[in-house]
Structure formats: structure tokens, C-alpha cells
């Protein structure tokens, strides 16, 4: 088979998605059922692939989409169990009292709340309990899913305290002779080090403005009269709230490590920039809301948009803030203490404890679950403990689960196709073929050649749209950006570099990977839509994988350099370009978007 037609074919998989899902807009299921398909035949009648390992990748995949489907149920069923109770009427009125702005808003919960439960948790949780929250407070569905889609970027690399650096990018480069010939006399863990740190670096400096490209598009695709400009009106506070996180993740990197550059980031960020919005330092002139929510187009809303947007009957007094507010961080306490005291987490992953099934149909790949380590056990185990911390009736708390799982059942069409179709390609290597994804990544190299920088983070967002981790891109390309590093003449320190963009252009790619999407939309019930999804968040994708190829090419060229100018100019450009395109402004006898403060 030829190099150009190995290329072709093992690039179908994400064309049949990218064509069906963002082109054409199909829904995720019957796009997901056709590149199963589509890829299942690929790797059986041209890749050579034994047909156990597609059943063994196949079924593998199932159970992680259960998996998955257990994280969104939780999620959906604690916002539920606190809209019941009343807590969320108490937590909107909280949020009104910090800044009734939603750009505002946006950046506390998405940005820097996100921030934290990416820290503690990763696998796309914070999306699955940002977006609802967001929902429960008034923003429109479809808003809610694409902010907490574009912040899963910046805190991905350091997510689940570290797992994509300690995990992915150490299986892929750890006891790989090409490697430890190339940095001695330095050792591993030295290098390792030196690589989360060059990836907090490049992150920071390309996330600083995420949320600022965040409460544009906000404004606009969400504002009554579609204005980017809208957005970037809130540039102090959202800059401050940039800075506030990406100046402590780096230096926390730089002397920590990669475990916790993410969660202690993100509390450091919001002791900062909530006392500052409390006093109204750094916030906008104005004030945006949405559009009255009777004239919201219907493509915003959720299947359960009333559900989850009217207010709860409430008796006597509200709930106080910090008795409402007390569920979400029992998760984010239980959240740490599972993933960071050894003790603990070797209880709840024991072998006693973990569900799964060795060599299936003797294709050499394995199964295993650990539910009490998921996030979804936390947030049912948390949900139940709310009926007493919020005193609910047992009967409403019925109310909520029985949503919750009306909610599930829907998404899961898309998930259950989703994942197997990933966990063949990913596993589609034959004896005389790699895998698909490798293949492409090979090819890729070869035409860019020295120019490599800019391409590298592209592969690691590759990787994660379609593994759906950032963890696992690297896994499969941290050693092939290293070796392709090496070959080009980078050195030691060149290679860090490179593989450092590889992680970033992962974590940016956890923006679009298809089972984040379905499952943050699946807890907003935004079904069938994920395409849509997908094609707006294309935009800060293109922003974070191109900024940081400039950034990374600049780092090797060394010193001052033209490079850092195109970085200076590329996010100036992409900001240009978004304020001056316009979508049809609304009808003038509907209240604007912006409203003066008073």
C-alpha cells in the first residue's frame, strides 16, 4: 500500500465524523454509527486488523462510554437534587450579588471554577457540572456548552492532578532508548519536569486570553445584537481573571510539578478575582444580559430548557449562599482527597473494588472500571447527602433522579457509538501496518519538515478529538514528536519543546473531541446538536493550536525573534476578525443585549 493511499484511508475515520457531524450536521448518533462503520471496515479489509481486536476494541470502548454516561447521570443528578431543594434559586441570586453580568459570570464559573474541578477531576467533568450550572443560573443551553467547552483547554494538561503529563506523556517517552540516550547525563524525571513546566509556559501564555475570546463569542452568537465587541468591552476583568490563573499555574508548575498547577491554581484565582468583582474592581461599564428568554431562538435551548430555567416553588426564607453552595464543594473536597491521599485512592482502586475483564477474545486488550474512583459516584453520593444538608422531602428528591435519568438515556445513543468507534482506531495496528492514528501523524511529518513547531500541536489535538483525552494523544505521540524532534537536529531541549506543544495542542483538542461534546450537551439537554456545537468552538481551537505553534517555533528559534511578533500579531487578527462579523441583529423592539448600569 502506498504512503499516499495508507494516508487516505486512515484519515476516513475523522473525515466521515468531521463531514456527517460539523459539515452536515447530522446528530452525533447517526454520525458516530457511520464512522464506526466506516472505521471497523477500514481497519478489517485494508489495515489487515484481527477481527478480535476490533470486537476486543469494540467492547472496551462500550464500557468506558458506560463509564461516561455514569460521570454525566451524577452531574445532571446533583444540578437536578439542587434545584429541587432550592439551592440554585439561592446560588443565582449569589452570582447577581457578585455582578449581574453575564460575561462576568461566565469567567467565575466557567474559567475559574472549571479551572478547579479540571484540576481535581480532568476526563471532561468540569464541562458535565459547569454547563448545567450555568443552565440553572439563565444562560441558554447551547452558551452554557460552548464556554465550558472552550475553557477545557488551558487546565487540561494538569487535569486529574497531572494524569496527562504523570500518565501520558510518561508511558510514551518513560524507558524508550532513543530517549534516554538523547538527555543523558539529565535523568527522566528531570526531563519530565522540564517538559510540564515548558507546557504551563506555552498554556499560559496562550490561555491568558481565553477568557476574553470566551465572553466574545458569548456576545456573540448569545447577545441580542450578535457583537463580539460586546465581549471584549469586559477586556479588564477578563484579562485580571487571565492573569490571576496563568501567572500562579506557571509558577506552581515550574516549583511543584505537574500535579496541582490546575486545582491550587484555580483556588488561588477565584480568592482573587471574586473579592475583586465583590468591590467592582476591573468590571464593565455596562451591564450584558440576554435577550428576554421568551426571545431566545430555539436552537439555544435544551430539550428540558423549562425544567431547569423556572424558578422552584419557595417557601419562607431563601437559602442561605454557603448552606447552597455547600454540595458542589463537598465534591471538589472529595474530589482532591480521592485523587491526591495515596491511601484513600488505593482503597477505592483496589483490586476488590474494580470491575473488568482481561485479553477479550484473546485480542490482548483488557477492560477495567473502577466506580467508586469515578467522579460519578461523588456526585450521587453528594446528591443524597443534599437531602439532608438542604432538608428536601425524600419524594423531591424522587423528582430529581427521575429527570436525571430521562436525561441520560438520551445521550447515550451517542456515546455507546462514539467510543467504539475511537477504541478501533486507536487499536488498528496490524503486522504490517501501524495504527491509523500514527500513521497519519507520519505522514503529516514528513511533509512539514523543519517547520514541525507549528504543525505539533495540530497532532496532539488530533489525537484528542479522537481519543477523547488528552491523556491519551500523548500516550500515542509524546515518543513520534519526540522522535521527530530528534531527527530534525532539536537536541534535548528542542524535543522538550515539541513535546510540550504536543500536550498543549492535546489539551486544546479536548475542546472538540465528540464524547466531551455529547456528554457536556447531554447534561443541558442539548441532544442531536453536537455539530453545531463543534463548528463554533472551531474558532478558539484554531486560536490556541496555531498561537501556540507560534509561540513554540519562536522558543526555538531562541532570543527575540519575528516569531514572538506573529505571536503578538495572530491573536490581535483573530479578535479583529471576530468583531467585525456580524449575525443578524435582533429585532429592535426586543431589549438590547448590553443594558446601562445603573
Same mark, same amino acid.
Request: glycine share 10%.
Given at each position: 500500500?502506498?504512503?499516499?493511499?495508507?494516508?487516505?484511508?486512515?484519515?476516513?475515520?475523522?473525515?466521515?465524523?468531521?463531514?456527517?457531524?460539523?459539515?452536515?450536521?447530522?446528530?452525533?448518533?447517526?454520525?458516530?454509527?457511520?464512522?464506526?462503520?466506516?472505521?471497523?471496515?477500514?481497519?478489517?479489509?485494508?489495515?489487515?486488523?484481527?477481527?478480535?481486536?476490533?470486537?476486543?476494541?469494540?467492547?472496551?470502548?462500550?464500557?468506558?462510554?458506560?463509564?461516561?454516561?455514569?460521570?454525566?447521570?451524577?452531574?445532571?443528578?446533583?444540578?437536578?437534587?439542587?434545584?429541587?431543594?432550592?439551592?440554585?434559586?439561592?446560588?443565582?441570586?449569589?452570582?447577581?450579588?457578585?455582578?449581574?453580568?453575564?460575561?462576568?459570570?461566565?469567567?467565575?464559573?466557567?474559567?475559574?471554577?472549571?479551572?478547579?474541578?479540571?484540576?481535581?477531576?480532568?476526563?471532561?467533568?468540569?464541562?458535565?457540572?459547569?454547563?448545567?450550572?450555568?443552565?440553572?443560573?439563565?444562560?441558554?443551553?447551547?452558551?452554557?456548552?460552548?464556554?465550558?467547552?472552550?475553557?477545557?483547554?488551558?487546565?487540561?494538561?494538569?487535569?486529574?492532578?497531572?494524569?496527562?503529563?504523570?500518565?501520558?506523556?510518561?508511558?510514551?517517552?518513560?524507558?524508550?532508548?532513543?530517549?534516554?540516550?538523547?538527555?543523558?547525563?539529565?535523568?527522566?524525571?528531570?526531563?519530565?519536569?522540564?517538559?510540564?513546566?515548558?507546557?504551563?509556559?506555552?498554556?499560559?501564555?496562550?490561555?491568558?486570553?481565553?477568557?476574553?475570546?470566551?465572553?466574545?463569542?458569548?456576545?456573540?452568537?448569545?447577545?441580542?445584537?450578535?457583537?463580539?465587541?460586546?465581549?471584549?468591552?469586559?477586556?479588564?476583568?477578563?484579562?485580571?481573571?487571565?492573569?490571576?490563573?496563568?501567572?500562579?499555574?506557571?509558577?506552581?508548575?515550574?516549583?511543584?510539578?505537574?500535579?496541582?498547577?490546575?486545582?491550587?491554581?484555580?483556588?488561588? =484565582? *477565584? !480568592?482573587?478575582? &471574586? $473579592?475583586?468583582?465583590?468591590?467592582?474592581?476591573?468590571?464593565?461599564? #455596562?451591564?450584558?444580559?440576554?435577550? @428576554?428568554?421568551?426571545?431566545?431562538?430555539?436552537?439555544?435551548?435544551?430539550?428540558?430548557?423549562?425544567?431547569?430555567?423556572?424558578?422552584?416553588?419557595?417557601?419562607?426564607?431563601?437559602?442561605?449562599?454557603?448552606?447552597?453552595?455547600?454540595?458542589?464543594?463537598?465534591?471538589?473536597?472529595?474530589?482532591?482527597?480521592?485523587?491526591?491521599?495515596?491511601?484513600?485512592?488505593?482503597?477505592?482502586?483496589?483490586?476488590?473494588?474494580?470491575?473488568?475483564?482481561?485479553?477479550?477474545?484473546?485480542?490482548?486488550?483488557?477492560?477495567?472500571?473502577?466506580?467508586?474512583?469515578?467522579?460519578?459516584?461523588?456526585?450521587?453520593?453528594?446528591?443524597?447527602?443534599?437531602?439532608?444538608?438542604?432538608?428536601?422531602?425524600?419524594?423531591?428528591?424522587?423528582?430529581?433522579?427521575?429527570?436525571?435519568?430521562?436525561?441520560?438515556?438520551?445521550?447515550?445513543? =451517542? *456515546? !455507546?457509538?462514539? &467510543? $467504539?468507534?475511537?477504541?478501533?482506531?486507536?487499536?488498528?495496528?496490524? #503486522?504490517?501496518?501501524?495504527?491509523? @492514528?500514527?500513521?497519519?501523524?507520519?505522514?503529516?511529518?514528513?511533509?512539514?519538515?523543519?517547520?514541525?513547531?507549528?504543525?505539533?500541536?495540530?497532532?496532539?489535538?488530533?489525537?484528542?478529538?479522537?481519543?477523547?483525552?488528552?491523556?491519551?494523544?500523548?500516550?500515542?505521540?509524546?515518543?513520534?514528536?519526540?522522535?521527530?524532534?530528534?531527527?530534525?537536529?532539536?537536541?534535548?531541549?528542542?524535543?522538550?519543546?515539541?513535546?510540550?506543544?504536543?500536550?498543549?495542542?492535546?489539551?486544546?483538542?479536548?475542546?472538540?473531541?465528540?464524547?466531551?461534546?455529547?456528554?457536556?450537551?447531554?447534561?443541558?439537554?442539548?441532544?442531536?446538536?453536537?455539530?453545531?456545537?463543534?463548528?463554533?468552538?472551531?474558532?478558539?481551537?484554531?486560536?490556541?493550536?496555531?498561537?501556540?505553534?507560534?509561540?513554540?517555533?519562536?522558543?526555538?528559534?531562541?532570543? *527575540?525573534?519575528?516569531?514572538?511578533?506573529?505571536?503578538?500579531?495572530?491573536?490581535?487578527?483573530?479578535?479583529?476578525?471576530?468583531?467585525?462579523?456580524?449575525?443578524?441583529?435582533?429585532?429592535?423592539?426586543?431589549?438590547?443585549?448590553?443594558?446601562?448600569?445603573?
Amino acid at each position: 500500500m502506498s504512503p499516499a493511499f495508507s494516508f487516505i484511508l486512515a484519515l476516513l475515520p475523522i473525515a466521515t465524523v468531521f463531514l456527517l457531524l460539523v459539515v452536515l450536521a447530522r446528530s452525533a448518533k447517526f454520525s458516530m454509527a457511520v464512522a464506526y462503520g466506516v472505521t471497523a471496515l477500514t481497519a478489517l479489509v485494508f489495515w489487515g486488523t484481527a477481527p478480535e481486536v476490533v470486537a476486543g476494541a469494540t467492547v472496551n470502548g462500550l464500557v468506558t462510554a458506560i463509564s461516561l454516561l455514569f460521570i454525566v447521570f451524577g452531574a445532571i443528578l446533583l444540578l437536578y437534587t439542587l434545584e429541587e431543594s432550592g439551592g440554585i434559586r439561592s446560588i443565582r441570586l449569589g452570582f447577581s450579588r457578585i455582578s449581574p453580568d453575564r460575561r462576568v459570570q461566565a469567567i467565575i464559573i466557567a474559567w475559574l471554577f472549571g479551572a478547579l474541578i479540571e484540576g481535581a477531576s480532568g476526563f471532561g467533568t468540569p464541562a458535565a457540572i459547569a454547563a448545567p450550572l450555568l443552565v440553572a443560573i439563565g444562560f441558554p443551553a447551547m452558551a452554557a456548552v460552548i464556554i465550558t467547552l472552550i475553557i477545557q483547554s488551558t487546565p487540561v494538561s494538569f487535569g486529574a492532578v497531572g494524569t496527562p503529563i504523570l500518565v501520558g506523556v510518561k508511558t510514551g517517552l518513560s524507558d524508550q532508548a532513543i530517549v534516554d540516550s538523547t538527555i543523558a547525563p539529565m535523568g527522566f524525571t528531570e526531563y519530565l519536569f522540564d517538559i510540564a513546566t515548558n507546557v504551563a509556559m506555552i498554556h499560559a501564555l496562550v490561555g491568558v486570553l481565553i477568557p476574553l475570546l470566551m465572553v466574545g463569542m458569548l456576545t456573540r452568537f448569545f447577545g441580542a445584537n450578535r457583537s463580539f465587541t460586546e465581549g471584549l468591552k469586559a477586556w479588564k476583568f477578563a484579562l485580571f481573571a487571565g492573569v490571576a490563573f496563568t501567572v500562579p499555574y506557571y509558577l506552581i508548575a515550574s516549583l511543584l510539578g505537574p500535579e496541582f498547577p490546575s486545582l491550587l491554581g484555580g483556588i488561588v =484565582a *477565584l !480568592l482573587i478575582v &471574586v $473579592p475583586a468583582a465583590r468591590r467592582g474592581w476591573f468590571l464593565p461599564k #455596562d451591564t450584558f444580559d440576554f435577550p @428576554p428568554r421568551a426571545a431566545w431562538e430555539e436552537s439555544w435551548k435544551g430539550d428540558h430548557h423549562r425544567e431547569i430555567h423556572e424558578d422552584p416553588p419557595v417557601h419562607g426564607k431563601v437559602m442561605h449562599t454557603m448552606r447552597a453552595w455547600l454540595p458542589y464543594g463537598i465534591v471538589v473536597a472529595l474530589l482532591v482527597v480521592t485523587r491526591t491521599i495515596p491511601e484513600v485512592k488505593a482503597l477505592i482502586t483496589s483490586p476488590a473494588v474494580t470491575l473488568g475483564a482481561e485479553d477479550m477474545f484473546g485480542s490482548g486488550i483488557g477492560v477495567a472500571v473502577q466506580p467508586l474512583y469515578l467522579p460519578g459516584a461523588i456526585l450521587i453520593a453528594v446528591s443524597l447527602l443534599t437531602i439532608v444538608i438542604h432538608r428536601m422531602p425524600v419524594k423531591t428528591y424522587g423528582h430529581a433522579f427521575g429527570a436525571s435519568v430521562r436525561t441520560m438515556v438520551k445521550a447515550a445513543p =451517542a *456515546l !455507546l457509538l462514539a &467510543v $467504539p468507534m475511537v477504541k478501533v482506531f486507536l487499536n488498528s495496528a496490524s #503486522d504490517s501496518m501501524a495504527s491509523m @492514528p500514527i500513521v497519519l501523524a507520519e505522514h503529516m511529518a514528513t511533509v512539514a519538515g523543519d517547520a514541525w513547531a507549528m504543525v505539533a500541536p495540530s497532532i496532539g489535538a488530533m489525537g484528542a478529538f479522537v481519543a477523547g483525552s488528552n491523556t491519551i494523544s500523548n500516550m500515542m505521540f509524546s515518543l513520534f514528536q519526540f522522535s521527530t524532534a530528534e531527527q530534525i537536529g532539536l537536541g534535548a531541549g528542542g524535543a522538550a519543546i515539541v513535546v510540550a506543544l504536543q500536550a498543549v495542542g492535546g489539551a486544546a483538542g479536548n475542546m472538540i473531541c465528540v464524547h466531551n461534546v455529547v456528554a457536556a450537551s447531554a447534561t443541558v439537554g442539548l441532544i442531536n446538536r453536537e455539530g453545531e456545537i463543534i463548528r463554533k468552538v472551531l474558532v478558539p481551537l484554531g486560536y490556541y493550536v496555531v498561537q501556540a505553534g507560534l509561540i513554540g517555533t519562536a522558543l526555538l528559534a531562541g532570543g *527575540l525573534n519575528l516569531w514572538w511578533l506573529a505571536a503578538v500579531i495572530w491573536p490581535v487578527a483573530v479578535l479583529t476578525v471576530m468583531s467585525l462579523k456580524r449575525g443578524k441583529v435582533a429585532d429592535t423592539s426586543q431589549p438590547p443585549g448590553a443594558v446601562p448600569a445603573k
